[in-house]
């Protein structure tokens, strides 16, 4: 069974632009998470989704959001970037929206603002 | 305040040998979950073992297993026999927040083991 995927890989952007990170759960889970990792860092929590509605949110921004549609497949939108945003991006399902649930997390999108 | 720590930047252990890696959490929450995640330099994490902190023994996963001390709040990783393939960097989690509330996974700094041939 394919795992989560995520993309792109790799994006390289400006100061001031917007980006849009992409995310596609195990099949069969409901619940998707994104996380921020800095480099030397653990994962930061940024937001939860189930069954596409926002189930819980991190100390990040109004310039971060996110969404999850119909087949739970999942968006991270970050506006007006900033050289701080530069990070590994990291997409993680659950079957449901209850921590007690493993999540499994995909490969990563890695952001370098320039 | 470090809701997660793990104390060890770094470790080295020569293959086929036992690595104890450190974590310790502070929470009040009287049901909470801790994890272990692998993390290879492809920058994937990879679940590797759960405690509830109900659970009455601890938890094992083939060549790990979770040495839970509720009293001294800490959760540590045990990898027997080690493999080159384990090195990498390795993160405690705790799930924080109401059960079937808004729950997060909140991550320790993280530990990089090495292992030596």
């Known amino acids: 069974d394919a795992g989560v995927t995520q993309s792109p890989t790799h994006l390289i952007k400006t100061r001031g632009q917007h980006v849009t990170l992409r995310c596609s759960p195990i099949?069969?889970?409901?619940?998707v998470s994104w996380y921020q990792q800095v480099l030397g860092q653990g994962p930061q929590f940024i937001f939860q989704?189930?069954?596409?509605?926002?189930?819980g949110r991190g100390n990040f921004p109004d310039r971060f959001s996110a969404r999850q549609f119909p087949n739970y497949s999942s968006e991270l939108n970050v506006n007006a970037l900033l050289l701080g945003d530069s990070a590994l991006y990291l997409c993680a399902s659950s079957l449901y929206w209850s921590m007690t649930d493993t999540q499994y997390f995909g490969p990563g999108t890695r952001l370098t603002v320039l | 305040a470090q809701k997660i720590t793990q104390t060890q930047p770094g470790m080295f252990v020569q293959e086929k040998e036992a690595v104890t890696l450190d974590c310790t959490y502070d929470t009040s929450d009287p049901s909470y979950g801790l994890f272990w995640y692998k993390q290879p330099s492809s920058g994937e994490m990879i679940f590797l073992i759960y405690q509830g902190s109900y659970d009455q023994q601890n938890a094992t996963e083939g060549r790990y297993s979770l040495n839970f001390q509720k009293a001294r709040k800490s959760a540590n990783l045990v990898i027997s026999a080690s493999q080159l393939g384990d090195s990498a960097m390795y993160f405690c989690a705790m799930r924080e927040g109401p059960q079937g509330g808004s729950e997060k996974l909140v991550f320790g700094k993280g530990t990089k083991l090495t292992v030596n041939p």
């Open positions: 099949s069969g889970h409901k619940s």
């Open positions: 989704y189930y069954e596409k509605e926002e189930r």
